[in-house]
């Protein structure tokens, strides 16, 4: 369980340095994109993930 | 004329080398930082999915539309197809999936990195590195 959240987020992390880094050229800007980007994506799989578990009961 | 069509030339190799490789467009285009970074960072996320599948995924019987998907890193994903063709399942690998998701995010993502490199290129002169604005 908590190897597969690890890997959802190093997902998500890949996915939102790769998206920030398209037509951006400094590092602070692409890096400082990519925080938001990670902090918006990870609350919203971490929203649905509880909804998911409060409707289903799976985990 | 001669000009639009040596960017055009230029734009189409970029899209097709990073097609093949990723990060290898942006190499041609100039950008040698950009370059790696793409490559490390798709590259690995490529590798952690394979090592998650056991080494497995790509292959036209067991997955055949992932591995389809698969074929948008076309270099890493020959040279898997080639070296693992062999490999038979002796054991269940509880990853598969996750292993699959891996790797076809990363070879998606190489569209993107694609159109990144069309960009740099359509936006520099023909012979200088580009230049975003």
Redesign the interface.
Known sequence: MASSIFLFLLLIGVISLVCSAVRRDDPRAILRSAVRLFLYLGGVTVVFGFVFHLVTGLT | MILARLLAMRRFLAVLLTWFLPGLGHLVAGRPG?AA??FV??G??YF?GLA?GGFRIVSFDRHPFFTSVFLLQLAPTLTTLELTEGLRITEEILTVE?GC??AA??AL?NV??M??AD?IVASSRPGSPGE?S
């Open positions: 950009k970074y793409f960072l798709l690995g996320t952690i998650l996750l998701l891996f995010t990363a993502l993107l990195v159109i990144d960009g975003v």
